[in-house]
């Protein structure tokens, strides 16, 4: 075991080489990898990462007492998967850096001066009344990016916070024995730290010659900040049973681009919002036009995942839009300098989970934040990191003046949220997004939220749930809520979507090519077929790459083969759904090709262009599971 401390940013990757024998099947169980003991290990350097991060090293200068502070993040800096064009209401920030205003090169500079709504028909737009969460008097229009890049550099020369980008974590790092006890009072392991991704693998789970084993981060406090659905707080979750009395999480996805418009068109500071055309009543969703400085427009639209035909393109559904009176106009003559997409938490206050867990605690959209009803994530996102840098502080030196082994205690964490502005922010708005699941649709939806929105502001006995009793116990292990509601391709007919027109509307492969998007070809496909509880298992066990390269295997009485899975998913997929992902990713990562000679499709998952949507995680299957990427 070497115990290795990273001496700078840039060193990242070149901790450890090791003997390993190469173009051999990698065994985890067998490779040596360097550690580092840290006092508190945030996964995720997005907002609430770095707001945890930030206020760890606040109370550290405030009680005088030393805690050592990692950040990894999965890019190759920080802000580098997330997508740029949003609204930010900078409560949190106001209490976090006080005198941000004061920082250097901060972003904010482009206050939401308008706010409004309007509905589309496929001709024509009507003003209509917004609710009040959506007003932004005192928001800011940003690139999202650029302020966690900011925030990051606040981070590290203010507060001497260690960021180490391109360390994705990849497995959770338990006790030995079960030495602590879950929310619910069940013996467990705890959660002992991170390990990161290994590097230099083929397609084939062989080592190269560039292999390089991920890093193993021991921590006392381990928070999970890697956005919606990351993986590790996917294992958290159902390790610790932390759904247990919450409602499935729901997800939406939003795709978006940026264009430089005429100065002509640009209205600095302006917020649109949308609702109607080009979906139909039956799906939820909307869009949005935010102007913000330089003469830049981010514009898109967020589509819940809950829709039912398997025939929609969230993709085509953008580029569809934009062929109405109103974009045209808005972007005529300008140019399209970016696209992304992401996916986003819908589920609001009746999806949150527990939030702690021996030895760690789940903070932003890995919780699911979200104000559905603002479009906001990120004010919440920044408190939760830091309530939980808080409790992490106490718990870090409550157990070094105990002088005990014991598990870091994170419970206080969850009991400050809930005595917060962000549970009264999220309860409030509880009942807007589930009012739309009626057979009412959109209309149903328009009508209650209108009420309670205007009048009711939440202050109402019920809490309306997503899901019943009875389909929450139908669904499966890990298996999404919103992958329920897709119905069988035979039941509807195929969307009719308009050609291209250039620049104004381009194909997939063209947006794509904006994203800057570069993995390494030869490396392990980062999707697999496999469900939660499977994967957990056969991690534990160290044969996960052994079943992924297509060995079958007997696990616990049961036959592991992956290959046979692959198949499945594929008749299940095309015959039943028409081959639904290969339309509903935003990047082209899947694909369902039928070869010379073969009487079955196969699926292709093109890594390579991935834009780290986790799409395939909503998969009407639900055998999908998530690993990182290696990028170029």
């Known amino acids: 075991m070497l115990r290795v401390r990273p001496a700078a940013r840039l060193a990242r990757r070149r901790l450890l080489h090791t003997s390993a024998p190469r173009r051999e099947l990698f065994d985890p169980k067998s490779v040596e990898r360097a550690?580092?003991?840290?006092?508190?290990?945030?996964?995720?350097?997005?907002?609430?990462?770095?707001?945890?991060?930030?206020?760890?090293?606040?109370?550290?200068?405030?009680?005088?007492?030393?805690?050592?502070?990692?950040?990894?993040?999965?890019?190759?800096?920080?802000?580098?998967?997330?997508?740029?064009?949003?609204?930010?209401?900078?409560?949190a920030l106001n209490e976090l850096l006080p005198d941000w205003q004061q920082l250097p090169d901060h972003p904010l500079t482009t206050p939401a001066t308008s706010s409004s709504m309007r509905f589309f028909t496929q001709k024509h737009t009507i003003p209509i009344p917004h609710p009040p969460q959506m007003n932004n008097t005192g928001n800011y229009i940003v690139s999202l990016s650029a302020f966690t890049r900011w925030l990051a550099g606040v981070a590290e020369?203010?507060?001497?916070?260690?960021?180490?980008?391109?360390?994705?974590?990849?497995?959770?790092?338990?006790?030995?024995?079960?030495?602590?006890?879950?929310?619910?009072?069940?013996?467990v392991q705890s959660v002992r730290g991170v390990i990161t991704n290994e590097v230099g693998l083929t397609k084939a789970f062989e080592t190269k010659s560039s292999f390089e084993p991920g890093m193993k981060f021991n921590a006392k406090v381990t928070l999970l900040g890697e956005g919606a659905h990351g993986s590790l707080s996917k294992l958290a979750i159902r390790k610790y049973n932390l759904r247990k009395e919450a409602q499935p999480q729901t997800y939406g996805i939003g795709v978006k681009e940026v264009w430089r418009v005429d100065p002509s068109k640009h209205e600095e500071g302006?917020?649109?919002?949308?609702?109607?055309?080009?979906l139909d009543y039956k799906t939820y969703g909307g869009g949005f036009v935010y102007h913000m400085g330089d003469g830049l427009v981010s514009l898109g639209m967020v589509i819940g995942l809950d829709y039912q035909n398997p025939y929609l393109s969230p993709y085509r559904e953008l580029q569809r839009m934009k062929h109405h009176p109103y974009y045209r106009d808005l972007l005529a003559g300008a140019e399209r300098l970016a696209y992304g997409a992401r996916t986003l938490t819908e589920g609001g206050l009746q999806s949150v989970p527990r939030l702690h867990f021996p030895g760690g605690a789940l903070i932003g959209c890995s919780a699911g934040f979200v104000n559905v009803a603002k479009i906001k994530g990120t004010h919440n996102a920044m408190k939760s990191g830091m309530l939980a840098g808080e409790a992490a502080?106490?718990?870090?030196?409550?157990?070094?003046?105990?002088?005990?082994?014991?598990?870091?205690?994170?419970?206080?964490?969850?009991?400050?949220?809930?005595?917060?502005?962000?549970?009264?922010?999220l309860k409030e708005v509880r009942n807007l997004r589930p009012s739309f699941n009626t057979p009412?649709?959109?209309?149903?939806?328009?009508?209650?939220?209108?009420v309670d929105s205007l009048f009711l502001k939440g202050r109402v006995p019920w809490t309306f749930k997503h899901a019943s009793k009875s389909e929450v116990e139908k669904l499966k292990d890990g298996q999404s809520l919103d992958a329920s509601h897709t119905q069988p391709a035979s039941q509807h007919k195929p969307i009719d979507y308009p050609p291209f027109e250039a620049p104004l509307s381009t194909d997939l492969m063209t947006s794509v090519a904006l994203t800057g998007t570069n993995h390494a070809e030869d490396q392990p496909i980062h999707l697999r077929v496999v469900r939660t509880a499977e994967f957990a298992r056969e991690v534990e066990q160290g044969v996960n790459e052994r079943a992924e390269s297509g060995e079958v295997l007997k696990l616990e009485g049961q036959e592991v083969d992956r290959k046979e899975a692959r198949r499945t998913h594929v008749r299940e997929n095309v015959d039943q759904y028409a081959?639904?992902?290969?339309?509903?990713?935003?990047?082209?990562?899947?694909?369902?090709?039928?070869?010379?000679?073969?009487?079955?499709?196969?699926?292709?998952?093109?890594?390579?262009?991935?834009?780290?949507?986790?799409v395939g995680a909503f998969d009407r299957l639900m055998r999908w599971w998530w690993t990182e990427l290696h990028s170029l």
């Open 440 to 450: 009412l649709g959109m209309w149903g939806g328009i009508a209650y939220s209108g």
């Open 35 to 91: 550690e580092d003991d840290v006092d508190v290990c945030i996964v995720g350097g997005g907002p609430a990462g770095l707001s945890a991060a930030i206020r760890l090293k606040q109370l550290e200068r405030e009680k005088g007492k030393e805690i050592r502070v990692v950040v990894l993040e999965k890019g190759s800096e920080a802000g580098a998967h997330i997508v740029s064009g949003a609204v930010i209401e900078p409560r």
């Open 579 to 614: 081959g639904l992902l290969g339309r509903a990713c935003p990047a082209g990562v899947y694909e369902y090709v039928k070869e010379e000679g073969e009487t079955e499709e196969k699926l292709v998952i093109n890594s390579q262009v991935c834009v780290f949507f986790y």
């Open 393 to 425: 502080f106490d718990a870090v030196h409550e157990t070094e003046e105990a002088e005990t082994e014991k598990a870091a205690d994170m419970s206080a964490y969850e009991n400050n949220l809930k005595n917060s502005w962000v549970w009264d922010d």
């Open 270 to 278: 302006k917020v649109v919002h949308t609702m109607g055309w080009p």
């Open 157 to 187: 020369n203010e507060y001497g916070v260690e960021i180490y980008p391109g360390f994705a974590g990849a497995q959770l790092s338990y006790s030995e024995g079960k030495d602590s006890v879950d929310p619910w009072g069940a013996s």
